[in-house]
């Protein structure tokens, strides 16, 4: 809640309602959740291209990249991780209020977390997609070095190795990377999108036709 009682929210002449038609789509949040080096980030990309090529309005919300700005003055203690999701999760929530797909990059670690992100938006918008790669094949992945860096105490509190992760109980998606490929688990997305009436199943042929 607002610090101030003067501080009163301040409606829209358009309505959501208004916005989705225009863009085709019905906005929401697409939460991608798992351990770093999970293929989260790739996978929300890979869609994201897929959805905008399509004339589609999708964002990344990328963690590394929201540190650059927005939560630059976080650090990474489970205090800081909680407000960096809460921050996120309201940005997410006026994305899918303005008719966008929000695509959320983010280890998310904690479920209270992560429902508190799905409460922020209407029931049926938030779509929690627990991308489930083994810590194994992680650390495998590991491009920047941060398994290893963990394991040798340069980095405390990282998730997997001294923090724990808390898989989803009922995610609306579960990806399985290690078993499907980038564009097959985009194509998985897709047909969820369609299947829940999020992109509209006839222009999506269409697209799927012209090689989108």
């Known amino acids: ?23 085709r789509q019905r906005g929401g949040v697409f939460w991608f959740t798992g351990l770093s080096g999970s293929g989260k980030s790739t996978i929300a990309r890979a869609l994201e291209r897929r959805l905008v090529a399509a004339g589609r309005w999708a964002y990344v919300l990328d963690g590394d990249n929201i540190r650059h700005g927005l939560n630059g003055d976080l650090g990474f203690s489970p205090a800081d991780r909680h407000e960096n ?3 996120i999760g309201h940005v997410a929530a006026l994305f899918a209020d ?10 998310s670690p904690y479920r209270a977390d992560r429902a508190a992100a799905r409460a922020l938006v209407p029931t049926g918008a938030f779509h929690e997609v627990h991308v489930a790669t083994p ?13 290893a860096r963990a394991r040798a105490g340069e980095i ?31 194509q ?3 047909a969820y999108m369609v299947d829940r009436s999020i992109l509209d199943a006839n222009q999506a042929e269409h697209d799927a036709g012209a090689g989108i």
Do not use: H
């Not at 992945?141 to 398994?147: E, F, H, I, S, T």
């Not at 509190?157 to 998606?173: C, K, S, W």
């Open 135 to 147: 810590l194994a094949t992680c650390e495998r992945r590991d491009v920047k070095g941060l398994y």
């Open 98 to 107: 303005a008719g966008a797909i929000a695509l959320t990059a983010f280890i």
């Open 156 to 186: 405390a509190d990282f998730t997997g190795i001294d923090a724990p992760y808390e898989p989803p109980a009922a995610p609306e998606l579960t990806i399985a990377t290690e078993a499907r490929g980038v564009e097959a688990c985009v």
């Open 1 to 23: 809640m607002p610090s101030s009682e003067n501080v009163v929210w301040s409606p829209s002449l358009v309505s959501r309602a208004e916005r989705e038609t225009i863009q």
């Open 85 to 87: 999701l809460r921050r």
């Open 188 to 190: 998985d997305l897709l």
